[in-house]
């Protein structure tokens, strides 16, 4: 929900936990809570350091190029698409 909110926010989804490598892990539902935390963190670290990568302004030219009426949304929810979609 957070990041339907606030568009500089990433999308919490198992596809882009999976493309990022990252996988919720925990026995309890404390220890899950906590990780996915912790997940969450990694992906927004994640996202600030790929998002100023040339891959990344290449990734958003190319989308914007694709989709222009999609150009206004944030350089986030661009990339969240493109992770959410690799599968």
């Known amino acids: ?14 596809y882009v936990l999976q493309n990022l490598g990252l996988e919720l892990m925990g026995k309890t539902q404390e220890e899950k809570l906590q990780n996915a935390v912790t997940l969450y963190d ?4 994640w ?5 100023t990568t040339g891959e990344a302004r290449e990734n ?20 969240d698409c493109l992770l959410w979609s690799k599968r």
């Open 42 to 45: 990694q992906v927004v670290n």
């Open 60 to 79: 958003i030219y190319e989308f914007d190029r694709l989709l222009p009426e999609y150009a206004c949304i944030s350089e986030t929810k661009k990339i």
């Open 1 to 14: 929900m957070l990041a339907t909110i606030d568009a500089s926010k990433p999308i919490w989804d198992q």
């Open 47 to 51: 996202y600030a350091d790929y998002l």
